[in-house]
């Protein structure tokens, strides 16, 4: 199945009761974190390497290190230089779940510029139909008026390139070291770019083969039958914008605690150049597999903990010491627009 959607296969409405009970929390502990497309050409190397003594690194926190009480949670293309006007932007506002609780809506104390960590952020997982593996990603809520999507990278529902969609896929926002606060939202419809679907590879890609790794799901309601944005918000959503940007990105990266704990990286981020599309970058990050996903905020309030997506990661340099996310222009733009009305 090709082009910008496509149903999970399986899918009935409000959920396979089948693939919620599939992913047990040995399953869930067990799943590969799924790599971050690395190196897509030698001149990322380059480019990052000098702008890497211009930038400040970034500053990197995790969930638990904010967590002051000790209690553990449970939670059309730019081909312009980056100077050039921006002539077709588009924004979404986020909105806050129906019911506020300690991690929307509350800051905990700390210097930390994020000190909230947001249920509505959360863990992907699936199953790869090319080699039967488990999986895991990061994704996030976001803001539509069926209040049932998330916002992922391509290769987080998709293989890319001569092959096909992913199987069993579910979000678990909030998850922390096994828990599932919120509960299971199994996949109900998938919706991926054409490019990532033509052009998308893991390695040695041109600039189409990375510009949209995006995705958008359409979820299920959980086991109590509650929709996911009514439970934990979403954030809002910013398109065709400067790929420069102050920026806080969410994820779980399997390099960090094996994965089992949300973290936050946040800077001003810079442009990489894959011929001949220039990528969000973010230095200092050292976010390694399982991070692929995660939302780039921008507008980040931390008392709320949410933002404006304007990008997800996507792929990763340097031995992971950089991250680039997707590009964010019209046609992602026209994606969403799909996905909001599923």
Same mark, same amino acid.
């Given at each position: 199945?090709?082009?910008?959607?496509?149903?999970?296969?399986?899918?009935?409405?409000?959920?396979?009761?089948?693939?919620?009970?599939?992913?047990?929390?040995?399953?869930?502990?067990?799943?590969?974190?799924?790599?971050?497309?690395?190196?897509?050409?030698?001149?990322?190397?380059?480019?990052?390497?000098?702008?890497?003594?211009?930038?400040?690194?970034?500053?990197?926190?995790?969930?638990?290190?904010?967590?002051?009480?000790?209690?553990?949670?449970?939670?059309?293309?730019?081909?312009?230089?980056?100077?050039?006007?921006?002539?077709?932007?588009?924004?979404?506002?986020?909105? $806050?779940?129906?019911?506020?609780?300690?991690?929307?809506?509350?800051?905990?104390?700390?210097?930390?510029?994020?000190?909230?960590?947001?249920?509505?952020?959360?863990?992907?997982?699936?199953?790869?139909?090319?080699?039967?593996?488990?999986?895991?990603?990061?994704?996030?809520?976001?803001?539509?008026?069926?209040?049932?999507?998330?916002?992922?990278?391509?290769?987080?529902?998709?293989?890319?390139?001569?092959?096909?969609?992913?199987?069993?896929?579910?979000?678990?926002?909030?998850?922390?070291?096994?828990?599932?606060?919120?509960?299971?939202?199994?996949?109900?419809?998938?919706?991926?770019?054409?490019?990532?679907?033509?052009?998308?590879?893991?390695?040695?890609?041109?600039?189409?083969?990375?510009?949209?790794?995006?995705?958008?799901?359409?979820?299920?309601?959980?086991?109590?039958?509650?929709? $996911?944005?009514?439970?934990?918000?979403?954030?809002?959503?910013?398109?065709?914008?400067?790929?420069?940007?102050?920026?806080?990105?969410?994820?779980?990266?399997?390099?960090?605690?094996?994965?089992?704990?949300?973290?936050?990286?946040?800077?001003?981020?810079?442009?990489?150049?894959?011929?001949?599309?220039?990528?969000?970058?973010?230095?200092?990050?050292?976010?390694?597999?399982?991070?692929?996903?995660?939302?780039?905020?921008?507008?980040?309030?931390?008392?709320?903990?949410?933002?404006?997506?304007?990008?997800?990661?996507?792929?990763?340099?340097?031995?992971?010491?950089?991250?680039?996310?997707?590009?964010?222009?019209?046609?992602?733009?026209?994606?969403?627009?799909?996905?909001?009305?599923?």
């Amino acid at each position: 199945m090709a082009g910008q959607e496509g149903e999970n296969p399986g899918a009935i409405p409000e959920g396979d009761p089948r693939v919620i009970t599939y992913w047990t929390t040995e399953r869930m502990e067990n799943a590969i974190p799924a790599d971050n497309v690395e190196d897509p050409q030698q001149e990322i190397n380059n480019a990052v390497s000098q702008m890497e003594t211009e930038e400040q690194n970034p500053e990197v926190v995790s969930q638990e290190e904010t967590n002051e009480s000790g209690e553990e949670y449970t939670p059309q293309t730019l081909t312009q230089e980056a100077d050039e006007p921006e002539t077709t932007a588009e924004s979404v506002d986020p909105v $806050l779940p129906e019911q506020k609780d300690a991690r929307n809506g509350m800051q905990l104390q700390g210097a930390s510029k994020v000190t909230n960590f947001s249920h509505t952020n959360g863990k992907i997982f699936y199953t790869d139909a090319s080699d039967g593996k488990n999986y895991v990603c990061s994704g996030a809520a976001i803001n539509t008026p069926t209040k049932r999507t998330v916002v992922t990278a391509g290769h987080c529902v998709h293989g890319g390139k001569n092959k096909t969609w992913h199987r069993n896929i579910v979000f678990v926002p909030g998850y922390n070291r096994g828990v599932r606060p919120h509960g299971t939202f199994s996949a109900q419809y998938l919706r991926v770019a054409n490019d990532w679907v033509q052009y998308g590879q893991p390695t040695g890609g041109t600039g189409d083969s990375y510009k949209h790794d995006v995705a958008f799901i359409k979820t299920n309601t959980n086991e109590k039958g509650q929709l $996911l944005v009514n439970m934990v918000g979403g954030h809002g959503l910013n398109v065709d914008r400067s790929p420069i940007f102050e920026s806080t990105v969410f994820a779980y990266p399997g390099n960090k605690e094996s994965g089992t704990v949300m973290h936050a990286c946040w800077g001003n981020t810079h442009t990489i150049r894959i011929t001949p599309y220039y990528f969000p970058t973010l230095s200092g990050c050292e976010f390694a597999g399982g991070s692929s996903g995660g939302p780039w905020l921008a507008d980040y309030n931390n008392a709320t903990g949410l933002g404006k997506v304007q990008s997800v990661t996507s792929f990763a340099t340097n031995n992971n010491t950089s991250v680039s996310g997707a590009i964010f222009d019209r046609p992602v733009w026209d994606i969403y627009q799909k996905a909001a009305k599923d």
